[in-house]
């Protein structure tokens, strides 16, 4: 779908429930890597020659490195995961594939103590919380390296160095229920603090999660604090998981959602929708990968990255958005950084600075009240995946 150019026309598709992991694995067809023939490539950004095996050249040094593989990721619900779980089983059968999904600030903490301890798990980390990557990048901790098409991939997206890369676009705004709100849907997210809408809208909590946080934030910058005292009265649903907001949609239980993922290029016909509106804020980020230098199945690992980098991978994105420069977004959509008000560059600069980052979280507390609830995905523990 075009973005229009007019300041109050909604730019609105089907909403997906939440970002599922899922969707960063399926894919349509196999995809292959730059053919061993072929001379390594320069990255656009740094030195360093770009992989220049095929998946099935990675595939089989994998197997020979003992065939194994464990993510951890970030994620809501441990079903997110299955996308990448398929995918990765239907291309490459003979890997023994564990991915852990958990919410990433327990994940990164999770690791940091497997490091302390002598005990890490996982060989991939693939998280939400930026500000790790580039810590992590400065202890020594990632393998610097280049996937195939490493070159093609947007330069705010991707360490120059090959620490780390995006692998899939996830943006956050609001949707709504296509028959709950009838003729009155939502323009922007001034119209969520109507009191025609109160009891109706289900949230994620920002004092919870640092993607719903920074939107909050960006709704709070654009439109002052007097807008989230006039959200806190909408008696609105809030939950755990960024999921929860989408889920409470799409099911008819409430008309509007708040804090969650979704696509602009979902059907039409979509019981829910997932919108962004011209001259208003929402926000959207890389989810980075990175292998770990300590991880015992780096040669798997290199292998997850071709995949998940490689055409037929990105062109199979679920919001139609890659990471990719020479790939076109599907539904007519622009590319990510197209948008000046998705806010690509502003997350990672908030993530990095964690007083700011405290601070909003606790004025957002005593906005909408601490965090109720246990974490969607359960209690995992030190070592899960081991």
Request: glycine letters at 10%; aromatic letters at 12%; zero cysteines.
């Amino acid at each position: 779908m075009t973005y229009l150019p007019s300041r109050r026309r909604l730019l609105a598709t089907g909403a997906g429930a939440a970002l599922s992991l899922g969707t960063l694995g399926t894919t349509a067809s196999p995809a292959s890597a730059a053919p061993a023939s072929a001379a390594p490539a320069k990255s656009a950004t740094g030195s360093g020659p770009e992989e220049t095996r095929t998946l099935d050249e990675l595939y089989q040094a994998a197997l020979a490195e003992g065939g194994k593989l464990v993510i951890y990721s970030g994620g809501d619900i441990d079903s997110q995961g299955d996308g990448i779980r398929n995918g990765f089983a239907a291309r490459f059968p003979e890997i023994d594939l564990k991915v852990v999904v958990d919410y990433s600030k327990y994940h990164d903490a999770r690791v940091d103590n497997q490091f302390a301890t002598d005990t890490l798990v996982p060989d991939v980390v693939q998280l939400q919380t930026l500000q790790d990557f580039t810590r992590w990048k400065g202890q020594g901790r990632l393998l610097s390296y280049k996937p195939a098409g490493f070159s093609k991939v947007y330069d705010a997206l991707k360490d120059p160095h090959g620490a780390w890369t995006a692998v899939a676009v996830i943006g956050f705004s609001y949707s709504y229920n296509v028959a709950a709100v009838g003729a009155d849907v939502p323009k922007s997210p001034l119209d969520l603090i109507d009191p025609k809408w109160k009891g109706q809208i289900a949230s994620s909590y920002p004092n919870d999660d640092d993607a719903v946080l920074y939107l909050f934030k960006l709704y709070v910058e654009h439109y002052g604090w007097d807008w989230a005292a006039r959200f806190a009265a909408q008696d609105v649903q809030f939950a755990r998981g960024t999921y929860t907001p989408g889920l409470a949609v799409s099911s008819g239980q409430k008309a509007l959602g708040v804090g969650g993922s979704g696509s602009l290029a979902a059907p039409s016909t979509a019981a829910s929708r997932w919108a962004v509106a011209e001259g208003h804020p929402f926000m959207a980020w890389g989810q980075r990968v990175a292998i770990l230098k300590q991880g015992r199945n780096t040669t798997a690992a290199k292998l997850y990255l071709n995949w998940q980098l490689s055409t037929a991978q990105q062109q199979n994105a679920f919001n139609g958005w890659s990471v990719r420069t020479d790939v076109t977004p599907a539904g007519g959509l622009k590319p990510v950084w197209k948008y000046p008000n998705a806010n690509l560059d502003g997350f990672p600069r908030f993530m990095a600075d964690r007083a700011e980052v405290e601070r909003w979280k606790q004025t957002f507390a005593l906005y909408f009240g601490e965090v109720k609830g246990d974490p969607s995905p359960g209690w995992l523990g030190l070592h899960p995946g081991a």
